[in-house]
């Protein structure tokens, strides 16, 4: 009933840019929170990046600070990660998390398929 659709994922060059999408639809009746997480080959996933409906609070993995941004569109149901002076160590396939209360279910967590992204020259 849910679906999270990643976009803009793709090569880039050391120091490049890149701005991932992800559009939640379906019966939504309130997303909660929406998140950004990525998988390096062979690594764990970690989150990336958080941002809250209440407030619009942010959190940030410590190796992106300052140079990753996440915002969102409410009207949308979109939320976007600005990702600036990117480096080969943030090669990974990024996905989009959402927490979302439905018209027919209690808040529940949902995914993304991922989106690749290559740093490399």
């Known amino acids: 009933q849910v679906q999270l659709v990643e976009s803009g994922g793709g090569l880039v060059q050391p120091g490049g840019s890149l701005r991932l999408s992800c559009e939640a639809s379906g019966s939504i009746f309130s997303i909660n929170a929406m998140a950004w997480y990525r998988q390096a080959p062979g690594k764990q996933r970690e989150l990336v990046a958080r941002?809250?409906?209440?407030?619009?609070?942010?959190n940030y993995a410590d190796s992106v600070k300052g140079r990753f941004t996440i915002s969102r569109d409410n009207a949308k149901n979109t939320v976007y990660l600005q990702m600036n002076s990117l480096k080969p160590e943030d090669t990974a396939v990024y996905s989009c998390?959402?927490?979302?209360?439905?018209?027919?279910?209690?808040?529940?967590?949902?995914w993304g398929k991922g989106t690749l992204v290559t740093v490399s020259s």
């Open positions: 941002i809250f409906n209440s407030g619009g609070s942010t």
């Open positions: 998390y959402a927490f979302i209360t439905t018209m027919q279910t209690y808040a529940m967590n949902y």
